[in-house]
């Protein structure tokens, strides 16, 4: 794996600690299929919304000694699949930092439910990368670090920044030009998030494994990704004129469109249960009674509501009572990604 260029001097090369927090995002124009896998570069550019109401806190040191890194999250050893997956990518910044083979301790937390379907991963190589290159004593630019965590998880790249972000296909082979930039701040549009949580298992197909199904075997995948610069540039012109129901539609039909695109795979990829379609109905209905709400749904059976301040509370109470919603969460505009100051000793 080549190595971002992260674009510092690497500094002292005693153990150091950084502690970083960032907000996990919902994409609002879908990110799904990749046009490279090892770089992991996206086959689509996206657009999204930071969740201020929920934050992943994360610790990293390096230390003098070699050996596997301790990842510890949310109190528990990573399982083998997540702990390899995090050594990969704090590989990228032992190369860039010359601390080859440095054994790293990792310590990562997120105070919203795992079960709640919010797209952790965007938030978790946010922090591990701004938290890692603080550690490591480089000191990379917002860019750079957008780059690094995409090498984590495409929708971490956006999660770099706060606010309304967009995320840009680029179309270099290196995927220096593959990187999230923001579209607007939170204080341009206060909007609000609200999250009927459906049902708390795992999900069955995680992201990466349900978006290459789909690109290998969906007919509809073509049209998936030539139809997505249409929604970008909507979704892009909604957020600058601060235009809720454009963003909303929008948002419901490229949702929409990928579901149907995951679903045309072989095999079909169903994410949802009975509570996320009776969900998306209610919205409906909310909307057709007035209420300037729109739904979105990603790799999972939550669905996730965009709506303004004045309608939470109504959308609340109705989603409450849907058999098949368990929990209801609300978020508001999130920030950038950003490290604590001091860390934490240990
Ligand atoms: C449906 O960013 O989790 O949430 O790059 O393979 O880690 P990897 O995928 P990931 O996919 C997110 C998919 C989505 C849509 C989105 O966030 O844009």
Request: net charge negative; hydrophobic share 35%.
């Given at each position: 794996m080549s190595a971002p260029d992260l674009g510092a001097d690497p500094g002292p090369s005693e153990a150091r600690i950084g502690e970083a927090v960032a907000h996990p995002n919902l994409a609002l124009v879908k990110y799904w299929g990749k046009r490279d896998r090892s770089l992991n570069l996206p086959a689509t550019g996206s657009i999204s919304i930071s969740m201020g109401a929920f934050t992943t806190r994360t610790w990293v040191k390096f230390g003098d000694e070699r050996g596997r890194d301790e990842v510890i999250v949310n109190g528990e050893a990573a399982d083998g699949g997540t702990a390899t997956r995090i050594n990969d990518f704090l590989d990228l910044v032992r190369t860039e930092a010359g601390l080859d083979g440095k054994r790293a301790l990792v310590r990562s937390d997120n105070d919203f439910p795992t079960a709640a379907g919010l797209a952790s991963s965007s938030s978790a190589f946010a922090a591990l990368g701004l938290a890692a290159c603080e550690a490591a004593g480089l000191n990379p630019t917002t860019s750079e670090l957008s780059l690094l965590s995409r090498r984590g998880s495409g929708s971490a790249a956006r999660s770099i920044f706060g606010g309304y972000v967009e995320m840009r296909l680029g179309n270099r082979s290196d995927g220096q030009d593959a990187v999230a930039a923001p579209?607007?701040?939170?204080?341009?549009w206060d909007l609000r998030i609200v999250i009927a949580v459906t049902d708390p298992r795992p999900k069955r197909v995680g992201s990466t494994e349900g978006m290459e199904l789909t690109r290998k075997t969906s007919p509809y995948y073509p049209a998936w990704v030539e139809t997505s610069s249409d929604d970008l540039r909507r979704a892009r012109d909604a957020v600058k004129n601060r235009d809720l129901s454009a963003l909303g539609e929008v948002a419901e039909h490229s949702a929409l469109k990928m579901h149907a695109c995951a679903l045309a795979s072989q095999p079909g990829l169903l994410y949802w249960r009975g509570g996320t379609v009776e969900a998306m109905h209610a919205v409906r209905e909310m909307r057709s009674a007035g209420h300037a709400a729109w739904f979105t749904v990603d790799a999972g059976p939550h669905v996730k509501v965009l709506c303004g301040p004045d309608d939470v509370e109504a959308l609340e109470g109705r989603l409450r009572c849907i058999p098949g919603v368990s929990d209801v969460l609300v978020s508001d505009v999130g920030a950038a990604a950003r490290l604590i100051d001091p860390p934490s000793e240990a």
């Open positions: 579209l607007a701040p939170s204080e341009h």
